[in-house]
């Protein structure tokens, strides 16, 4: 099974600020890279696959990077409407796994 | 409307069952890979299963193996969980959450797409 290991768990940011969250995966997994974000009470939704293509709808200070072990999603500049909790997931094997989770929460 | 709708959750005894039911409607269900993916209370988001469209193949979380079958019926457009030897750290919410295939310079990278609004399940004595 691959280990998926985010990082910070959580941290606490200003409307405005860049935000940076890396994910790593125990084995190398290509591109097969996706993130999500969850907000309380809600189903998470999709946000960028294969490490950095925007899903439709999102908005662009959304972005993704890396390939292999080493993945980044950045938040170019933090909206209220971004305070929620980001996870990564990996689909190049079975079982599929999430990494434990950031939240982001105002500062 | 694309519409994922989980129902037959509920509270349930150690080592007994209970049978979850997702009903989709606006799109083609057939055509697509469905997912259970459940959340402990509190926690992360944990995959347990997937089917493939046409209901052959699956694959569980090795949490749930042996324990959850996931199966579909495409004529009724509903995907179920069959949960037999329930545990207590198998409670959690449950979401039902359709697969789909985005292609990336030629590659296929599946993503978990739509979800529903979950059930609930607790495992309690």
């Known amino acids: 099974e691959i280990q998926m290991t985010q990082s910070p768990s959580s941290l606490s940011a200003s409307v405005g600020d860049r935000v940076t969250i890396t994910c790593r995966a125990s084995?190398?997994?290509?591109?097969?890279l996706n993130w999500y974000q969850q907000k309380v009470g809600k189903a998470p939704n999709l946000l960028i696959y294969a490490a950095s293509n925007l899903q439709s709808g999102v908005p662009s200070r959304f972005s993704g990077s890396g390939s292999g072990t080493d993945f980044t999603l950045t938040i170019s500049s933090l909206q209220p409407e971004d305070f929620a909790t980001y996870y990564c997931q990996q689909s190049d094997s079975t079982p599929w796994t999430f990494g434990q989770g950031t939240k982001v929460e105002i500062k | 409307q694309v519409q994922l709708v989980e129902s037959g959750g509920g509270v349930v005894q150690p080592g007994r069952s209970l049978r979850l039911s997702c009903g989709v409607s606006?799109?083609?269900?057939?055509?697509?890979?469905m997912h259970w993916v459940r959340q402990s209370p509190g926690k992360g988001l944990d995959w347990v299963a997937v089917v493939s469209s046409d209901g052959t193949k699956n694959y569980y979380a090795d949490s749930v193996k042996g324990r959850f079958t996931i199966s579909r019926d495409n004529s009724k457009n509903t995907l179920y969980l069959q949960m037999d030897s329930l545990r207590v750290e198998d409670t959690a919410v449950y979401y039902c959450?359709?697969?789909?295939?985005?292609?990336?310079?030629?590659?296929?990278?599946?993503?978990?797409?739509?979800w529903g609004q979950g059930t609930r399940v607790t495992v309690s004595s």
């Open positions: 606006g799109f083609t269900f057939s055509r697509y890979l």
């Open positions: 084995q190398s997994i290509s591109n097969y």
């Open positions: 959450v359709s697969g789909e295939s985005m292609i990336v310079r030629g590659v296929k990278v599946d993503v978990l797409d739509i």
